[in-house]
């Protein structure tokens, strides 16, 4: 039938049992006609294991060697997956990250994935092999090993996709797909049969930890169709694609939340040019991204900027802005961890100005008050007071989706 | 002052502490104006943990794909140890036996070392760097993961100092170095201070599990100063070498013991030619080495025919006759297990003919009854009743190494 990239992740692989359930799903896959390259992360807890060895020894471990180290719990999953296969009879070879001639910058821990000479995969697929590649990592012009980082592998399923131009990219997961929120606390989620590129961008960046942003960047730009789907259930996932049939009357592909928000709030600063610039570059230089930004109307000629940042980067903002007082010229800063960001989003809203309505509307029927408001042009997101996150979830999903 | 290569077993490297011990070790070489290549072994039983996990998932498990998990055993290992002396202000890089440059054989599992392209390690040393190679594996000319069997890091370290031309291959262990007997049971048990790499052969293959013989092999070959040392205690150990030092009146270098040996004997053969050939080649295509042979002298057209080997295959080899006890002719076959071999070498032997008198006459003082003899041009074993064996050492060791 066709070439299809599967990846699995460190739940699906954990132990011999569910290594033998993804040798069957990738056993099944080949007898249905077609040629299969899996991509493999490490098993369960081996990455945070081999951390942890490593701090032993030296917390400030260069990334070169963590990278040697920590390449090894692929490679492990990689074979184990393989011997799984030959004792079904499946031809079957594994490769690690420089054998699949995955080339990479050499930004150790966080490299990026420059070019994939597939001709190792190509010679394996043609001798009727299945290949199992051990994602997260590659090789750089050094001859070092690299590896990816944080979501790593469903960049590495993703790039190999698109190097060889298979026809499909599916990731398994532990979930059944992408939802319209999250199943565990919303009454009537529902799994979409489809959704967008840059719908499931916002909605990895909201919290819907279902595929890594990189990966879904990179599938995007090199239109590579991907499956979201679980190695556990035996059902059709969520496919994400360029354009996405849609029913006619749901707008909206989902409702995310976010708790790992906090919000900052610069009280009474000088009403001057500049400050606003001057705040957000100094947040820039040390990497914290800024998301929802509110400015007061001057009053006094002093005026508040509110703006949320990463629960976990809090601290050190408040920390860093504080340093800078006396040049910024506010009078204190407050700090609330207790928010949380609630978001729509659809590719639906382009053409439909009523949807930001709506969703304030069913806010405001369920009594919650609304803190700040950002849009995009596929997004609506508000932040709330955190003890209000599933109630206002529900609210909104019940009004998008509701019966 | 020059080049030098360190080994380190899984001993040396178990723990956190140890792989510590072992930083310090190479610092210091390094310290006194040294450049060092250290070969580490897996951490103490990681080998034999993932050869766990992959009986579990595939008990016939391909050679290939087994090279691929275990070969990831010296890679944590290795960075690790890079991670500790990066901690001590060590300029130092890791090495996997690819990027080391280690071209092997195509024989997964028992792969043999072909060429080494030291260009990468020598530049490595050329900018300063201490170098942390992983022992036991390379690469085949598929662009595959070998690994060279048992004792396979010991191997690595002499072919490395081969190929780099060291001037020095240190084989850090848990012993202080070659006793001229085992010192755990023999009183007086004294540490050489040089040995020949003819003795250390034999003495390998005796039973002194301090050296892989095909190590010893390779540094004969190309002319490798080696030395045995203990990774715990610091004090110099014995220099293995093409010819040693050895005060006058020591004219052997050491007593040895092996207990891994069972005596057969086929009672009552047919005295007709090409007997003793039969049964030889039959086990030897087994793969079954035989060891001491003994042919009686003929009686009423029969003969008895004993001989030794591997305790391990005795039964194999019992069994494997007696599937030709027509052709052979015999009446039954003996087993014995209740054996010892005990053994004296020293290269001393060549040019005094006295010494095997002296070894039997140590025996027959101390009330031992000895069964077989064999020599070779460095060596005497005598096979005796296993409870003897412990006795017979000492009595043989106070001859010749007594006050």
């Known amino acids: 039938m066709g070439l299809i990239v599967q990846k699995f992740g460190g739940t699906s692989v954990a132990n011999a049992e569910r290594l033998r359930n993804v040798a069957q799903i990738i056993a099944e896959t080949r007898r249905m006609g077609n040629q299969v390259v899996a991509v493999l992360s490490a098993q369960g807890d081996t990455t945070d294991d081999l951390i942890d060895k490593a701090k032993e020894i030296n917390p400030k471990a260069s990334r070169r060697e963590m990278d040697m180290l920590l390449s090894t719990g692929e490679q492990i999953s990689c074979s184990l997956c393989a011997m799984a296969l030959e004792s079904m009879g499946v031809p079957v070879v594994s490769l690690t990250g420089w054998q699949a001639g995955v080339q990479t910058n050499s930004a150790y821990s966080s490299a990026r994935v420059k070019k994939i000479r597939t001709e190792r995969i190509q010679s394996e697929l043609d001798r009727n092999n299945v290949v199992i590649v051990t994602g997260f990592q590659g090789i750089n012009k050094f001859g070092d090993v690299t590896t990816l980082g944080r979501g790593g592998s469903d960049t590495s399923a993703v790039a190999l996709a698109a190097a060889l131009k298979a026809d499909l990219c599916q ?233």
Chains 1, 2 share one sequence.
């Open 171 to 403: 990731i398994y997961t532990d979930v059944e797909g992408v939802y319209t929120a999250d199943p565990r606390y919303v009454t009537g989620a529902k799994k979409l049969e489809e959704i967008t590129f840059d719908e499931m961008l916002e909605l990895a960046s909201l919290g819907a930890q279902v595929l890594h942003n990189r990966s879904v960047e990179m599938a995007k730009k090199f239109r590579v169709n991907l499956e979201v789907l679980s190695s556990f259930a035996k059902k059709p996932g969520t496919k994400v694609k360029e354009v996405a049939k849609r029913m006619e009357k749901t707008l909206i592909s989902g409702v995310a939340k976010d708790k790992n928000v906090a919000r900052l709030a610069l009280v009474e600063v000088e009403d001057k040019p500049g400050i606003a610039y001057q705040v957000f570059s100094l947040l820039g230089k040390e990497n914290i991204n800024v998301d929802i930004i509110l400015q007061s109307i001057g009053r006094d000629g002093t005026q508040d900027i509110s703006f949320t940042v990463r629960r976990d980067d809090a601290d050190q903002a408040k920390k860093l802005l504080e340093e800078y007082k006396g040049t910024l010229g506010f009078d204190h800063i407050d700090v609330d961890k207790g928010v949380v960001k609630v978001s729509i989003v659809g590719a639906g809203m382009l053409d439909n100005a009523g949807i930001a309505a709506s969703m304030f509307g069913a806010l405001y029927d369920a009594d919650i008050n609304i803190q700040m408001i950002s849009t995009s042009e596929i997004k609506v997101s508000v932040l709330l007071d955190e003890s209000d996150g599933n109630a206002a979830v529900q609210a909104i999903h019940d009004k998008f989706f509701g019966e």
